[in-house]
C-alpha cells in the first residue's frame, strides 16, 4: 500500500541555524509531491510542490526540496530558520492514478530555540 | 479572492447525534476534498467530490456522507456520532488541470464529541 513516512517527530533548532526535514514515500512510481505548513489551530499553507521537471524546487517562505527518485524521498530544507517557523509540517503525495486522492504523512513538529 | 471556507469553526455535539460541516472552496475550483485530522497526526482523507458526485472514498464508515451543490460548495454529514470522531475536519478545493494542482486548504471545524 502506499505510504508517506516522516522520520522526525519533533526536531529542534536554533533561530538561524539550517533546517531539514525528511520524507520518504512508497509508491511504484513518481508521485506528485508537496510539503505542507499547519499552525496551532489553523489549516495547511502549501509551502511548494513537485509535478515534474527539475528536481529542486523552491517555495514560499524561503524553503526548498529536493526530488530523489532513487531513495523516494523529498526532503524539506531551509538555510537560515526563524521562530515564525515553528509549526507542523506536513509531506504529502498525490498518487497520479488517484484524482487528488492526498496522502499525509504523520508530521514533523519544528520548535525554533531564539 | 476568498480562500476555502468553512463553517462552523467549532462544534460541540454528544455520541448519537448528527451533524453537518460546510466548506465553499476558492473561486475557480470545482473539486472538494475532506480530510479527518485527529490530534497529533496527519489528515485523513475521507472523500473528494467533483461534479456533484463522490468520486473518490477513504477508509471511513457509511456514516460519513457529504454533497456538493452547483455552486461547487460541499456539505459533510457525520451521523451516529462517536467519541473516536472528535477531530478536525479539513476541506481542500482544487481545480484546473483535472486533478493535478494543488490543493487549498480552509482553517478547518474542530469537531470535539462529548
Known amino acids: 500500500a502506499q505510504s508517506v513516512t516522516q522520520p522526525d517527530i519533533h526536531i529542534t533548532v536554533s533561530e538561524g541555524a539550517s533546517l531539514e526535514l525528511r520524507c520518504n514515500y512508497s509508491y511504484g512510481a513518481t508521485p506528485y509531491l508537496f510539503w505542507y505548513v499547519q499552525s496551532p489551530g489553523q489549516g495547511l499553507q502549501l509551502l511548494l510542490k513537485?509535478?515534474?521537471?527539475?528536481?529542486l524546487v523552491q517555495g514560499i517562505k524561503g524553503f526548498e526540496a529536493e526530488f530523489k527518485r532513487s531513495q523516494s524521498s523529498f526532503n524539506l530544507r531551509k538555510p537560515s530558520v526563524h521562530w515564525s517557523d515553528a509549526a507542523e509540517y506536513f509531506c504529502a503525495v498525490d498518487m497520479e492514478t488517484s484524482y487528488d486522492k492526498v496522502i499525509f504523512g504523520p508530521g514533523t513538529s519544528l520548535s525554533v530555540i531564539p | 479572492d476568498a480562500g476555502v471556507t468553512q463553517s462552523p469553526t467549532h462544534l460541540i455535539k454528544t455520541r448519537g447525534q448528527q451533524v453537518t460541516l460546510r466548506c465553499s472552496p476558492k473561486s475557480g475550483h470545482d473539486t472538494v476534498s475532506w480530510y479527518q485530522q485527529a490530534l497529533g497526526q496527519g489528515p485523513q482523507f475521507i472523500f473528494q467530490?467533483?461534479?456533484?458526485?463522490?468520486?473518490q472514498r477513504g477508509n471511513f464508515p457509511d456514516r460519513f456522507s457529504g454533497h456538493q451543490f452547483p455552486n461547487y460548495s460541499s456539505e459533510l454529514n457525520v451521523n451516529a456520532l462517536l467519541l473516536g470522531d472528535s477531530a478536525l475536519y479539513l476541506c481542500?478545493?482544487?481545480?484546473?488541470?483535472?486533478?493535478?494542482?494543488?490543493?487549498?486548504f480552509g482553517d478547518g471545524t474542530r469537531l470535539s464529541i462529548l
Open positions: 467530490y467533483y461534479e456533484e458526485e463522490e468520486r
Open positions: 481542500a478545493s482544487s481545480g484546473g488541470d483535472r486533478g493535478r494542482s494543488a490543493q487549498h
Open positions: 513537485y509535478f515534474s521537471g527539475d528536481t
